[in-house]
């Protein structure tokens, strides 16, 4: 059941009546760590409603919202560090696309290098070839030389004996002797092609040397841009193990905001629960309130009843067990009868009788049906006459609906009839 203002204004009533009930319900309403019908009660008063939260629920709860709000900042410093390092990765990964182009780019130029290394040992090997046949067709003219000599030798040696054809021989030598000329101005002209062809073999070797410079130079180069990949490298593996311990640090912050939406279920259960055993309680007390006030005040029957007397419960308990002993009422027709909130005696339009009264704070139809139900049981077993009544301070709108048409008697203890939207019919069990 909702507290609302008019249930603290009964609840000053009942304790300025009842002392006695004061220490009970503070220490019901101690127990208690929220209450949001009592909260708009003092919203009126925030220094008053931040005293009586931190009475109830402590400094540890009320500290809670701002932990959750420090949780959440956390929280976003660890977004915002996420996205920094995910920029610094996408930079790093752009980085590495131009080092792999970059060396794409290289390991081309290497390539086409070595594809001309490869045209020119071919073009050397064609020379090498080339001088070698050379070679062997010089060897084969000083080979002729050789046999050349080797018949002049002869023919001198037959001088003496051919002087006779010394003329014809001697032509034949003219004519030797031209072709050796002939043959030294061809010689001459194979040692110039030689000379050239030395030069450009001592150009070519500039050019290899040249050529093995830049090799140096480009392994160098790759040798750097190696070191380069590989501090790189330690650099990722570094920001590979930050990353681990980062996401180890978001496992625990989402454990433990786990762990606290779990206490902040368990605290709203343990308010609920308390609230409603509050309100139980709250209700008892008013309903106890109720029948100790009839009690005290039987003339507040007279509305309906003409001198009437409220029956203590022992006399109450002594008539029903006379009845009982009679045979006349059964176990649970007197656990029926002795449940009734009071009997009272008296008279009404001349006729001798007895009320079977309900009393609540709040009357609701639940409270009609037992005194109707309880007055119809006295009547039928005990042969006398009972009217059902119902008696509190409010009526719920349900309630007063039957009792304007139901012969259920109404006994109102407030000035001037009160109907309550908000209780919810029948609050009493009994």
Same mark, same amino acid.
Do not use: C, N
């Given at each position: ?6 249930? /603290?204004? +009964? ?36 220094? =008053? ?17 701002? !932990? ?14 996420? @996205?920094? !390092? ?7 990964? %752009? ?5 792999? @182009? ?7 130029? #290497?390539?086409?290098? @070595? ?13 090498? *070839? ?6 062997? @067709? ?16 002869? =023919? ?7 002087? %006779?054809?010394?003329? *014809? ?8 002797? %031209? ?5 030294? #101005?061809? $010689? ?8 050239? /062809?030395?030069?450009? $073999? +001592? ?5 290899? +040397?040249?050529? *093995?410079?830049?090799?140096?130079? /480009? ?23 930050? $990353? ?46 109720? $029948?100790? *006030? ?22 109450? &308990? ?17 656990? &029926? =009868?002795?449940?009734?909130? !009071? ?34 049981? /006295? ?28 012969? #259920? ?15 919810? %019919? ?5």
């Amino acid at each position: 059941m909702p507290f609302t203002r008019r249930d /603290l204004d +009964d609840l000053l009533r009942l304790l300025d009546a009842q002392p006695e009930f004061r220490q009970r319900l503070l220490h019901a309403l101690l127990h208690r760590e929220a209450l949001d019908d009592l909260r708009r009660l003092l919203a009126a008063e925030p220094a =008053l409603r931040q005293q009586l939260l931190r009475a109830v629920l402590g400094d540890e709860i009320l500290d809670l919202p701002a !932990l959750v709000a420090r949780l959440a900042a956390a929280q976003e410093r660890t977004a915002e560090q996420l @996205a920094a !390092l995910t920029v610094r990765m996408d930079e790093l990964a %752009a980085a590495q696309a131009r080092t792999e @182009a970059g060396l794409a780019t290289l390991t081309a130029r #290497v390539d086409t290098l @070595a594809a001309r290394m490869d045209e020119l040992t071919a073009r050397v090997d064609t020379l090498t *070839t080339r001088v070698d046949e050379l070679a062997a @067709a010089q060897a084969r003219t000083e080979a002729e030389l050789a046999t050349l000599t080797a018949r002049v030798d002869t =023919l001198t040696a037959r001088m003496d004996e051919l002087t %006779a054809r010394v003329d *014809t021989l001697t032509t034949r030598v003219d004519e030797l002797a %031209a072709r050796v000329d002939a043959l030294t #101005v061809r $010689m001459d002209e194979l040692t110039a092609r030689v000379d050239t /062809l030395a030069v450009r $073999m +001592d150009e070519l070797t500039a050019r290899v +040397d040249t050529l *093995t410079a830049r090799m140096d130079e /480009l392994t160098a180069r790759v040798d750097t841009l190696t070191a380069r990949m590989d501090e790189l490298t330690a650099r990722v593996d570094a920001l590979t193990v930050r $990353m681990d311990e980062l996401a180890a640090a978001q496992a625990r912050t989402a454990e433990q905001l786990a762990a606290l939406a779990a206490r902040l279920d368990q605290v709203v259960q343990r308010v609920d629960r308390q609230e409603q055993r509050i309100s139980r309680d709250l209700q008892s007390l008013k309903d106890r309130q109720v $029948m100790e *006030t009839l009690r005290e005040r039987p003339g507040l029957f007279w509305i309906v009843l003409d001198d009437p007397e409220v029956l203590p419960p022992a006399e109450v &308990e002594r008539w029903l067990g006379q009845l009982r002993s009679t045979g006349r009422l059964d176990r649970e027709d007197y656990v &029926e =009868l002795i449940r009734a909130d !009071l009997l009272v005696r008296g008279r009404r339009q001349g006729q001798e009788g007895y009320l079977v009264v309900e009393a609540s704070w709040t009357i609701g139809p639940p409270d009609i049906g037992r005194a109707r139900r309880r007055a119809s049981l /006295l009547r039928a077993r005990a042969g006398v006459t009972a009217w059902p009544a119902v008696a509190g301070y409010r009526r719920s709108e349900q309630a007063a609906r039957l009792l304007a048409g139901d012969g #259920v008697l109404d006994v109102p203890l407030s000035d001037a009839d009160e109907l309550d939207e908000d209780t919810p %019919a029948g609050a009493s069990t009994v």
